[in-house]
């Protein structure tokens, strides 16, 4: 079997705090499973014997090997997670948010998810865009979607 290129070797005192870690308080599971995956890892244990023991993915395992290797116990921390870019800026939200309180289109009772999504394309906020964001930047809000007299209906 091919030597490991990032081997684990905890210190006595790093061994301390996370044992330290995994038996008080309450942290992220995320974090307590790393913890674990460190001291199997210093243990001597493989990587598929620990995703055995563990029940996690074997990517897992070898990202928090490496990450050790590279960080130390600061691999036991969250990176930053970004999401997606806002479809929609504030400016154009307020705005979206405006019109669905507004007076409904001709011809139609109240403003629908489907018809605000069309309204932002109009405008030229955006190319295309789900009316399922439309519904969450609304469900934000405190609007009322299924009020007869403002909102928006989800048809």
């Known amino acids: 079997m091919p030597q490991k290129k990032y081997v684990v070797d ?6 301390l705090e996370l044992e330290k870690l995994l038996k008080g308080g309450q ?3 995320r974090k307590l499973t790393r913890a674990r995956i ?11 014997q620990i995703v055995k023991a563990l029940q996690t993915a074997r990517p897992t395992v070898e990202r928090t090997r490496k990450r050790f290797v590279e960080e130390g116990l600061d691999c036991l921390q969250e990176k930053l997670r970004h999401g997606a870019r806002p479809r929609l800026d504030e400016r154009q939200q307020a ?3 405006a019109v669905a309180c507004s007076t409904a289109p ?3 009772a109240r403003w629908t998810l489907k018809l605000l999504a069309d309204k932002a394309v109009e405008f030229g906020f955006v190319d295309s865009i789900a009316k399922e964001t439309i519904r ?4 934000k ?11 928006v209906s989800v048809k």
């Open 95 to 97: 705005h979206l948010i």
């Open 38 to 48: 460190l001291l199997l890892a210093n243990d001597g244990k493989t990587d598929d």
């Open 106 to 108: 001709a011809g139609r």
């Open 136 to 139: 969450q930047m609304l469900k």
């Open 10 to 15: 905890l210190t006595i005192l790093e061994k």
């Open 141 to 151: 809000t405190n609007l009322s979607r299924g009020s007869r007299k403002v909102g």
């Open 27 to 29: 942290h992220q599971s």
